[in-house]
């Protein structure tokens, strides 16, 4: 096993978290790319234990005490809840926030960095590519469990850790502005992909304009939801924790629903160039709705259901957008492996978009039939 970054000392960050346990040492963990993440292993009176040591990347997330409030709340909600339906796993169905010596969530060290500790998970693990529709559905069913599990959150409303994250109208606005700005002077190369995202317009307001008029409720939502933030039982396979909740934030249900469709259905990766062999799944997407539907179906109001299959369009669309944006910029925000990789994330998208119209008719019939 590595040894910790010599830029974090794990045994002092750790001793600011009441841990009730004695460090022994940690190592790198996991594959994602903008926190620093770790295992811990303690002994806690005799009894090897593992923790999840995280540094909140402040460049991403500006304001990390405000996530951090917002993953207490959440995941203090989500135990109770599990609690009192007397789940006998409930601290293995939501991650807990070990304390701080001063009583909260998170802690800082000398250095500014905010730092957070979570009980390691155990006889479960997520997987970084979907290869069944058995995990599509186990996917889908949890996050619509960590749906079920907050929408009866009170108090004021959660802070907005990324404002407007999913507010396409505002993302057209920024292609827009990206268009007349032409920056990097590719727009006249890109003109047919500026006119198939100016052309959905209506499609972007769709849903904002359903929650401004009280249709769709606003609610706690994950935003992140890739089957790699689920941790699937080691031997069941069931999905058993939602994990990753740094976007976790006021939205809409069907924003969630919409990019798992988006991440899991296409029959391609998202930047492959090989368009004719892009479609979409009807058999994944299924799986996805008999997933979610399987826990969602009780909190979900009817225009929600109604809304399931056009949220893969949009969020598929608000993602090409977003790519179509960066590089006329010039390539200022999503990583790229090669010159015009932007663009062709960005074509890829839009044909995933035209691929859904066609089959529409079939994934609303298919979510009608999940719905009764």
Known sequence: MSAPSAAHDLRAVTALFDMRADFVHAYPYGSGHINDTYCAWFDQA??????????????????????????????????????????????RRTLTCVPSHGGKSYAKDLQGNVWRVYPFIERARGYDELETNEQAYQAARSFGEFQKLTADLGGDRLHETIPNFHNTPKRLEALKAAIEA???????????????????????????????????????THNDTKLNNVLLDDVTAEGVCVIDLDTTMPGSALYDFGDMVRTATPTTREDDTDLDKLDIRLDRFEALVKGYLSTARSFLNPAETAH?????????????????????????????????????????????????????????????????
């Open 308 to 372: 399931l299959a056009f949220a893969g369009k949009l969020l598929t669309l608000e993602c090409g957008i977003r790519f179509l944006t960066d590089y006329l910029q010039g390539d200022v925000y999503f990583k790229i492996k090669r010159p015009g990789h932007n663009i062709d994330r960005c074509r890829n998208q839009f044909a995933f978009v035209a691929a859904i119209e066609k089959k529409l008719p079939e994934m609303e019939a298919i979510v009608k039939s999940y719905a009764g």
């Open 182 to 220: 032409d920056t990097a002077g590719r727009a006249a190369e890109v003109q047919a992909e500026i006119n198939f995202a100016l052309a959905r317009a209506a499609d972007c307001a769709k849903i904002t304009d359903l929650i401004a008029a009280g249709e769709i409720p606003e609610r706690v």
């Open 46 to 91: 005799g009894q090897r234990i593992r923790y999840i040591v995280q540094r909140i990347n402040h460049n991403v997330f500006k304001q990390p005490e405000l996530l951090m409030e917002n993953v207490d709340r959440v995941t203090k909600h989500a135990l109770d809840r599990l609690l009192d339906e007397g789940n006998p796993e409930a601290r």
